[in-house]
């Protein structure tokens, strides 16, 4: 084999190294990479003596600074994840709130409390809830690009919407 014929050979391999590894990196940063670290404290903290400890709570009214960060894996079920953000003072407990999609899908928050910089993901695949992972259980797909993922508190009000790209 002649060097010419070597060298276009090599260029080629290299050519579709690097878009394999390139459509590799953009699959993966669009479906699993994490864009926040959660830190989640259960409501119930129990102390020594074996009872719960009081919980204060953030109660919802006017606007409570939390956000859904971002929707990752969008159309991919096992890769679906939605994490939200708590960003205010004290405790916000979770319990009853919602999070709803266009098409009617609803995911009631368990009890669970976030501190200040508290995060939580939640899932649309069945698993087992931890503090800061819950699971929706839905056996199919919940959320596509361009559709609007929205939270509402226990009363019903829209305290968060995030547009999915």
């Known amino acids: 084999m002649d060097r ?14 690097a878009c394999v590894t390139g459509a590799i990196l953009f699959w993966y940063d669009r479906n699993y ?21 009081p919980a204060l709570t953030t109660t ?6 939390v956000e859904i960060v971002s929707v990752v894996g969008a159309g991919t079920l ?10 205010g003072d004290g405790q916000l ?3 009853g709130w919602q ?7 609803t995911f009631t928050f368990p009890q669970l409390t976030l ?18 992972d819950l699971y929706w259980g839905i ?5 596509s690009s361009g559709e609007n993922a929205r939270l509402y508190d226990s009363q019903g009000n829209l305290q968060a919407v995030y547009r999915i790209p």
């Open 93 to 95: 407990n979770l319990a």
């Open 60 to 65: 919802p009214q006017g606007d409570i600074p």
């Open 139 to 143: 056996p199919d797909v919940v959320w």
């Open 99 to 105: 999070l709803k999609d266009e098409d009617g899908n």
């Open 4 to 17: 010419r014929k070597l060298f276009l050979y090599l260029a080629l391999n290299a050519l579709v190294s």
């Open 78 to 87: 096992d890769a679906e994840t939605v994490f939200i953000r708590y960003n």
């Open 33 to 53: 990479r994490a864009t926040l670290s959660p830190v989640v404290v259960p409501v119930a903290a129990v102390d020594g003596g074996g009872t719960a400890a």
């Open 115 to 132: 501190y200040p910089k508290g995060a939580v993901r939640v899932h649309t695949v069945a698993g087992t809830d931890t503090v800061i």
